[in-house]
């Protein structure tokens, strides 16, 4: 019998990549960055990146675009499975068939956060600086 156990492990990480890239190509697309496209793979593949592009984006330009409904969900979905990843660390035991089901299971409520952080909790913050 073939355990579920990589299928639940990869998921959450592939479903953080993914959305992280396509959150990123939307936010760089909105800034007019030529390499928006580039700037995404390199996200979706290397997810820390992420943070290398959010202290560099203000530099690519200001928004020239509205965020759309897709790049919200797309964000919601990044924050919200990433959060999943990292909490099911702290909860679950070592072995990677528990840790992917944790993270599985908390992805639900990784993806509430997320909605809450990218609709309401990150417009307050920009406003404010």
């Known amino acids: ?22 959150w ?19 996200v979706t593949v290397f997810v820390p990146a992420v943070l290398v592009y959010l202290y560099y984006r203000n530099r690519i330009g200001p ?6 409904t897709a790049e919200n ?13 990292i909490l099911g660390q702290f909860v ?3 072995d990677a068939g528990t840790l992917g089901l944790a993270q599985i299971s908390l992805l639900p409520v990784g993806i509430a956060f997320g909605f809450l952080w990218v609709c309401e909790i990150s417009p307050r913050i920009l406003e404010a600086t």
Do not use: C, E, K
């Not at 990123?24 to 390199?42: L, M, Q």
């Not at 924050?79 to 999943?84: D, E, I, N, Q, R």
């Open 63 to 68: 928004r020239t675009q509205n965020r759309s």
């Open 92 to 94: 679950a035991p070592p």
């Open 24 to 42: 990123t190509y939307y936010d760089a697309s909105s800034r007019n960055a030529v390499y928006a496209g580039s700037i995404a793979t390199i």
């Open 73 to 85: 969900v797309a964000g919601a979905i990044a924050v919200g499975s990433l959060t999943a990843v």
């Open 1 to 22: 019998m073939i355990p579920l156990s990589p299928v639940a492990f990869v998921l959450p990480l592939l479903l953080a990549g993914v959305s992280t890239g396509v």
